[in-house]
Structure formats: C-alpha cells, structure tokens
C-alpha cells in the first residue's frame, strides 16, 4: 500500500516545550502541519546562532488509512541549505522517551530510501498506527544567519 499524503497525520508529543522533558506518547489533540515555518523547530537566535546550539524534536507519523503499511521507511530527502547547520533522525527509542533520553542514541543522515542507514519504522497499523521519529538540528557556532530554512522528510512503504 502506498503511503498517501492524504493519509498521514503528524503529531507532537506529550511535552512540546523544549529541554529534557520534551517527548513522551503522541498527543493527538497537537497535529504539526507537514510543511510550514516553525511547524517543528523554532527560529534559532542570535545568541544561539553565535553559541552553537543543538534541538532535539519528536514526532509521530500516524496511518489514517483503512489499511496497513507495513515495511515503513523514513530518511532525509532535502538537506538545510544553510551552512551552518544539519539535521539528523533516528527511529530509536520509544514512545515514552524523552530529549533526555533522545540525547544518547545514535543519529544518522540517510539521503534516500536505498541508504543503509534509511530508519525503519516498522508497520503502522490501519486507522491510527503511529511511530515515533527524532528529529536533532545542529547549528554550528558562530555560523551566518539564514533566513526560511527547511528540510524535507520522505516516508515511504515498500
């Protein structure tokens, strides 16, 4: 089954705000749109921009179909374009984990769906399976601004 756009809902967790308690199971009364400005992260700061500065974020990825997808991947398939900083995902964890938590897994990069490093999200059951994905951004101390920058996570079900 193919995964429609129409048929994927993403959700906040529990705890949004940031800092180590950010995390938890999915709040499905919080759905971050799929694209748009600060739908994920917030604008980075001067300070932050000269101090360097690292976010992690949690999402879910929810099945609003009527059948299963299974075999479910996730990588990065648009790069910032900003210099100064990157983003990286992984699937580890679990749903009651946190940013404290998230801080010491192992994220990777991966660029497209044949990269070995393509995070596996397993199946998501019909009519409201969910996953969790972390999302970290890093900034680079002492980088130039940037002004409306984005990235793009692809999820595919093969």
Known sequence: MALLAENIKFYQPQTWAEGDTHGGDINTAAEIPASGLNNVFDNVSDAERQAGDTDYRKIYIRNENDQDWTNVKAWIEQFTPATND?????????????????????????????????????????????????????????????????????????
Request: proline letters at 1%.
């Open 86 to 158: 990157e983003i990286w995902i992984t699937a580890s964890g679990t749903n009651s984990d946190t940013t404290a938590d998230a801080s010491s897994y192992t994220f990777v990069q991966p660029s497209d769906i044949s990269d070995a490093n393509v995070q596996d999200l397993g199946t998501l059951a019909a009519s409201g399976g969910y996953h969790h994905l972390w999302l970290k951004r890093v900034v680079d101390a002492g980088g130039a601004g940037y002004t409306n920058n984005s990235f793009i996570i692809k999820f595919a079900s093969t």
